[in-house]
């Protein structure tokens, strides 16, 4: 079973940036890896994500101002979020999924406000 733990969330001003991190706690060069987001009375949602190859996609609210990337060294993946908006405040939680199995972390907080 693999853990995931997010971090890098917080308060930031629109227009401002972040960088989420996802550690995880085995190898995840198998694994599809990526983010999703769930805002107050919302579905979560799929932000992007990132093949083992490193193929990557996007949701296109976020396309040209986020970008996914993984470092199978560090077990770890990471999202960069620029010229962040309002709307992007949510709750981020990483996952990792191979085959039939998907595991999530417990959620890090992204709050976009002046």
């Known amino acids: 079973q693999v853990q995931l733990v997010e971090s890098g969330g917080g308060l930031v001003q629109p227009g401002g940036s972040l960088r989420l991190s996802c550690a995880t706690s085995g190898d995840i060069f198998i694994y599809a890896m990526g983010w999703y987001r769930q805002a107050p009375g919302n579905e979560r949602e799929l932000v992007a994500g990132i093949t083992m190859d490193g193929n990557t996609n996007y949701a296109d609210s976020v396309k040209d101002r986020f970008t996914i990337s993984r470092d199978n060294a560090e077990n770890t993946v990471y999202l960069q979020m620029n010229s962040l908006k309002p709307e992007d405040t949510a709750v981020y939680y990483c996952?990792?999924?191979?085959?039939?199995?998907?595991?999530w972390g417990q959620g890090t907080q992204v709050t976009v406000s002046s």
């Open positions: 996952y990792a999924h191979y085959g039939p199995y998907i595991y």
